[in-house]
């Protein structure tokens, strides 16, 4: 069945559990697909609700999502590629203040156009990758790159070996079970072993005002620093570091496994402020002329405050 909002059924939250939302806005992706964002009164995640189920999710992996989000246009761009190797080099980087790479056993889930996997291999790590696109996994497998087609539940079926190092870019934010993601990938490690995800920065997008624009119906899950670390946290991940990517457009969190915490005992954000500020920043997009012209002059210079902002954290992190 076609996914609409109609008949989508809302979903526990995908931080917490909570049934207790409250609705932030209806939306039309950049690809034309209609999405539906709230917000969570408990944990306060930004997430489509409702939203495709696991069986939908499969749906439209298979039909439609690489034909709308494959970048085959882009990947032509110089500028694509040079945000998709920073985006790499970021993480390796923030995983390498832990563990020098060298010699070290890589696994990237949903490791794609493989920039992450050749950087790390540059690096020195002995590397793998999990790519559920035929056609991704078919290419990286051709340029002779230990690869597995398939997903990671799929992957773990394998029976796979253990790894000193796995990473996740920008995958995060697609599952349906989060919490069951990262507990599938931290099994994935040998004992001391590191697991790095990096997700978009909701927190980014509506202080800089990409907010709702940045919605689409594959991103179920809004993160901020606080959600990301939370989401770790409860998935009995300590969190050893967190910093920002694309000048603070994404959040990474680099961990080793842990206790698991109880949500009360982890600082969030309130969910009424997050809300306030998400609907100002929904405003500011969708006012009319001539407020929207001047809503993009402030908005440009908002951007550079957020990058300045998001750099001096990164520099006392560096410091620090
Ligand atoms: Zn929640």
């Known amino acids: 069945m076609e996914s609409t909002k109609e008949n989508l059924i809302p979903s526990p939250c995908l931080l917490c559990d909570s049934n207790d939302f409250t609705h932030l806005i209806d939306w039309v992706d950049r690809h034309h697909l209609p999405v539906s964002l709230s917000i969570c009164n408990t944990c306060g995640l930004r997430q489509l609700n409702p939203r495709m189920n696991s069986k939908e999710l499969d749906q439209f992996y298979s039909s439609k999502y690489y034909s709308l989000y494959s970048m085959d246009n882009k990947s032509k761009s110089d500028k694509w590629v040079k945000r998709k ?3 790499a080099k970021g993480i390796l980087d923030a995983v390498e203040k832990h563990r020098s790479l060298k010699g070290l056993r890589l696994l990237d889930i949903g490791c794609g156009h493989g920039f992450l996997i050749n950087e790390a291999r540059q690096r020195g790590a002995i590397v ?22 398939g997903t990671l539940e799929q992957f773990i079926n394998t029976k796979p070996g253990l790894y000193d190092i796995v990473v ?11 919490c069951q993601f990262l507990q599938c990938a931290s099994n994935l490690l040998t004992h001391g072993g590191l697991l790095c995800a990096e997700v978009p920065n909701a927190e980014w997008q509506t202080t800089y005002g990409s907010h709702p624009v940045s919605i689409h119906t594959a991103h179920l899950a809004y993160h ?3 959600t990301l670390k939370a989401l770790f946290e409860t998935s009995g991940l300590e969190v050893l570091s967190v910093s920002f990517g694309l000048n603070g457009g994404s959040v990474r969190a680099v961990s080793q496994p842990g206790p698991v915490k109880a949500l009360a005992d982890i600082e969030l954000d309130d969910p009424l402020d997050v809300t ?17 012209k001047l809503h993009y002059a402030v908005r440009a210079a908002r951007k550079e405050i957020v990058k300045l902002r998001f750099k001096h954290a990164l520099k006392t992190e560096r410091d620090g």
């Open 128 to 149: 793998a990758g999990v790519e559920p696109s035929v056609k991704h996994a078919k290419r990286l497998l051709d340029k002779g790159f230990d690869v597995h087609t």
């Open 168 to 178: 996740s870019s920008h995958v995060l934010e697609h599952s349906d079970k989060p």
């Open 224 to 226: 901020t620093e606080r």
């Open 85 to 87: 190797q920073g985006i």
């Open 276 to 292: 306030r500020e998400t609907i100002r920043a929904f405003k500011r997009h969708t006012s009319p002329w001539p407020f929207n």
